[in-house]
Nanobody, 125 residues
Framework: QVQLVESGGGLVQAGGSLRLSCAASGRTFSRYVMGWFRQAPGKEREFVALISWNGVNTYYADSVRGRFTISRDNAKNTVTLQMNRLKPDATAVYFC??????????????????WGQGTQVTVSS
């Protein structure tokens, strides 16, 4: 069982930055693939970024690649999402997710096993 708690959301102007954090409970955090997903009003939840259990491999949606960075600290059971050069279309609720298997998460063919409650990010134009 993994419990996830996000923090760091807020209101920022276009072009600004935000850093989201996700704190995970459980002693097996390092065994999980961690990810960030987002859901904008009236839209389906979409993939943002994933990071492998050891932090070596990262994956990004085309819309955020080069501006967002996902990282993890297995000693602290945390995963972060650094978001730079934010655009208004990044406005959404951002969810932290964990799963023991990577396959299918990026493409959305499978849902992650554990989810946080979400944190709101609003980017004003």
């Amino acid at each position: 069982q993994v419990q996830l708690v996000e923090s760091g959301g807020g209101l920022v102007q276009a072009g600004g930055s935000l850093r989201l954090s996700c704190a995970a409970s459980g002693r097996t955090f390092s065994r999980y693939v961690m990810g960030w997903f987002r859901q904008a009003p009236g839209k389906e939840r979409e993939f943002v970024a994933l990071i492998s259990w050891n932090g070596v491999n990262t994956y990004y949606a085309d819309s955020v690649r080069g501006r967002f960075t996902i990282s993890r600290d297995n000693a602290k059971n945390t995963v972060t999402l650094q978001m730079n050069r934010l655009k208004p279309d990044a406005t959404a609720v951002y969810f932290c997710a964990a799963d023991s298997v990577l396959a299918g998460l990026q493409a959305g063919t499978r849902q992650a096993e554990y989810w946080g409650q979400g944190t709101q990010v609003t980017v004003s134009s």
